[in-house]
């Protein structure tokens, strides 16, 4: 059995038609019948409208901070950037090679 809130849900996957009907408190022939309006209703205060509870939404940042959240990034972006400050002081041609190379395997 599940804990949700303050009530225990029982694993109903597990229990037999007939331990469902009395764990829910219906009729034998709730198949036929349906429930009434008032246990309809009754229910709807105990348990709340019947629909799933929506997901928080990753946004795009998280995504992206997800996807580069590691040490090997943080090398390769360390690497980037020196050689980028190379590109700009000594070869251009290499370094901004390797700079993109990188960049590129980054992404």
Request: aromatic fraction near 4%; charged fraction near 20%.
């Amino acid at each position: 059995m599940e804990e949700v809130e303050d009530r225990v849900v029982p694993s109903w996957h597990a229990m037999t038609p007939e331990a469902c009907i009395e764990e829910l408190k219906v009729v034998e022939n709730i198949r036929r019948t349906g429930l009434t309006s008032a246990q309809a209703a009754a229910r709807l205060e105990e348990y709340g409208p019947n629909q799933l509870s929506e997901k928080r939404k990753v946004t795009l940042l998280e995504k992206i901070w997800h996807q580069v959240n590691n040490v090997l990034v943080a090398i390769l972006v360390f690497v980037a950037a020196i050689s980028l400050v190379r590109a700009i002081t000594d070869d251009p041609v290499t370094n901004g090679i390797q700079v993109g190379i990188i960049a590129g395997v980054i992404m």
